[in-house]
């Protein structure tokens, strides 16, 4: 599955009240591996930057003025989103400004069930521990040296590396991806895996009565049969649909 792992830097707290996107930087990953794509501008926000918000990302107003305007960039970023799902560290931050911004070019909002937010995770899964994306790095061991300051695309970077470890763990993600690219072709473009031994059946005899009955009303070769008609030492196979993950 495709997703946008993203981050902002702005130049304070609520756009509302005037403040701006200052960076921007995205990593498309598949199935939770980074596929190498990524997105980043630097944007002149066209007014002021405040002390407290310059000590946080470092970007100050001589650097950023002559920068892109988010108006020049919005529509690649849409293109690069395309309709992807996007995650975000406090999702409702990232989100309330980069709306606030499609707004103001009277471009349609990005729904926020198409959101993931990496912290909503985190608390879930850590209750009253630590959940910021520096303590989420430091418990699972992403390498934060090159990080002395906040920036969108690192940011980012570090995120798409947590958010495979909150989804399971980056083993899980790279069976994922193993199982996306070769189950299908190894097994006649089907989804299946067998198991080393056949498991005890727990259906009472009533159970399976009614259950031949059901199929019986299917047709004459529901696919039920390939798997009733396997002897009982072969391998049965076992299939296993590739879940949507929330």
Same mark, same amino acid.
């Given at each position: 599955m495709r997703e946008i792992v993203f981050d902002t830097e702005t130049t304070g707290l609520d756009p509302t009240k005037g403040h701006r996107i200052v960076e921007i930087g995205a990593v498309e990953i598949s199935n939770l591996i980074p596929t190498g794509r990524t997105?980043?501008?630097?944007? !002149? +926000? &066209?007014? !002021?930057?405040p002390e407290e918000a310059f000590r946080v990302h470092g970007l100050s107003s @001589?650097? %950023?003025?002559?920068? =892109? =305007?988010?108006?020049?960039?919005? !529509?690649?970023?849409? &293109?690069?989103?395309? /309709?992807?799902?996007?995650?975000?560290?406090? @999702?409702?931050? /990232?989100?309330?400004f980069v709306n606030f911004e499609l707004g103001l070019l009277g471009k349609a909002a990005i729904p926020f069930d198409r959101v993931v937010d990496t912290l909503t995770i985190a608390r879930r899964r850590h209750p009253?521990?630590?959940?910021?994306? /520096? @303590?989420?790095c430091q418990r699972y061991g992403v390498d934060l040296t090159r990080r002395d300051k906040h920036g969108a695309l690192l940011d980012a970077g570090l995120l798409a590396e947590v958010y495979a470890e909150l989804m399971g763990g980056r083993q899980t993600a790279l069976i994922l991806q193993a199982d996306a690219a070769t189950l299908a072709e190894e097994n006649g473009g089907?989804? %299946?895996?067998?198991? +080393?031994? =056949?498991?005890?059946s727990l259906l009472t005899e009533a159970e399976r009565a009614a259950h031949e009955a059901f199929i019986a009303k299917l047709g004459k070769e529901p696919m039920w049969l390939r798997y009733l008609a396997q002897p009982e030492t072969a391998e049965p196979a076992i299939e296993t649909p590739m879940e949507k993950r929330a």
């Amino acid at each position: 599955m495709r997703e946008i792992v993203f981050d902002t830097e702005t130049t304070g707290l609520d756009p509302t009240k005037g403040h701006r996107i200052v960076e921007i930087g995205a990593v498309e990953i598949s199935n939770l591996i980074p596929t190498g794509r990524t997105f980043h501008f630097y944007l !002149d +926000p &066209e007014r !002021d930057m405040p002390e407290e918000a310059f000590r946080v990302h470092g970007l100050s107003s @001589a650097f %950023l003025t002559g920068q =892109k =305007k988010f108006r020049e960039i919005a !529509d690649s970023f849409l &293109e690069f989103v395309e /309709d992807a799902n996007l995650v975000a560290h406090n @999702a409702e931050f /990232d989100m309330r400004f980069v709306n606030f911004e499609l707004g103001l070019l009277g471009k349609a909002a990005i729904p926020f069930d198409r959101v993931v937010d990496t912290l909503t995770i985190a608390r879930r899964r850590h209750p009253g521990a630590s959940n910021t994306l /520096d @303590a989420l790095c430091q418990r699972y061991g992403v390498d934060l040296t090159r990080r002395d300051k906040h920036g969108a695309l690192l940011d980012a970077g570090l995120l798409a590396e947590v958010y495979a470890e909150l989804m399971g763990g980056r083993q899980t993600a790279l069976i994922l991806q193993a199982d996306a690219a070769t189950l299908a072709e190894e097994n006649g473009g089907e989804f %299946l895996r067998s198991r +080393p031994q =056949k498991l005890a059946s727990l259906l009472t005899e009533a159970e399976r009565a009614a259950h031949e009955a059901f199929i019986a009303k299917l047709g004459k070769e529901p696919m039920w049969l390939r798997y009733l008609a396997q002897p009982e030492t072969a391998e049965p196979a076992i299939e296993t649909p590739m879940e949507k993950r929330a």
